[in-house]
């Protein structure tokens, strides 16, 4: 079945500086790669996706780039702020697929310092 | 539109208690999800959905069972808690598989 790592597991930048979040998956069919933010004690949000069909994808101050050979996609966020502060989970899926599981990387804590 | 909800909240349970917890959303989605996050471990499925009356397993199925009555509802049931249970849990919706999942605010269960 897929797993997903994720690196590292804490990340601590000054606020404005850029951070990049790092995924493996092992399941070349899948096809489908969400990134959820999640504040202490909140419930996880999506806040970017990414297909396989696509390589790169932006939304204002974050993008994902996805590299399909390599299996391995990765989030960036540029001139960080206080609120980014929180937990980020990568996850992966062969959409369509048999199994119609979405496999979560264990997290990124990221830490913006004023 | 309320979204995914989660009943309850919080709940502490002594070991061997059951307990069900309800998770019901309003958005006519298909599949819907039963998580539980620990420290450390990311967010693991423990049963699933892809329709009212169809239950599967996810990755870690073992103390629960739940049920899909009606679309909108998903139950996930400890029958007898243990400590290993001690968790948040979190219940989402999607409208298909491969789609955004929508997230409930969680449940804190702790078994002491």
């Known amino acids: 079945g897929e797993n997903v790592e994720q690196h590292p597991s804490t990340l601590s930048v000054q606020e404005g500086d850029s951070a990049v979040i790092k995924c493996t998956y092992s399941?070349?069919?899948?096809?489908?790669f969400p990134w959820y933010k999640q504040e202490l004690g909140k419930r996880p949000q999506l806040i970017i996706d990414i297909r396989s069909n696509v390589g790169e994808k932006k939304d204002q101050r974050i993008a994902v780039t996805l590299n399909k050979t390599a299996k391995h996609f990765s989030l960036h966020i540029t001139e960080t702020q206080p609120e980014d502060s929180a937990v980020y989970f990568c996850?992966?899926?062969?959409?369509?697929?048999?199994?119609?599981?979405?496999?979560f990387g264990t997290g990124t804590l990221l830490a913006v310092q004023p | 539109n309320a979204g995914v909800t989660q009943t309850p909240k919080f709940r502490v349970l002594k070991t061997g208690q059951s307990m069900t917890l309800l998770c019901a959303q309003d958005m006519n989605h298909e599949y819907m999800y039963w998580y539980r996050q620990d420290p450390g471990m990311g967010l693991r499925l423990i049963h699933y959905s892809v329709g009212e009356g169809t239950t599967a397993k996810g990755e870690v199925p073992d103390g629960y069972n739940v049920s899909r009555l009606k679309k909108q509802n998903f139950l996930l049931g400890l029958e007898s808690a243990a400590p290993s249970q001690t968790s948040v849990y979190f219940c989402?919706?999607?409208?298909?598989?491969?789609?955004?999942?929508?997230f409930g605010p969680g449940t804190r269960l702790t078994v002491t």
């Open positions: 399941d070349s069919a899948s096809n489908y």
């Open positions: 989402a919706s999607s409208t298909f598989t491969g789609d955004e999942q929508y």
């Open positions: 996850a992966a899926i062969r959409a369509g697929g048999a199994t119609n599981k979405l496999i």
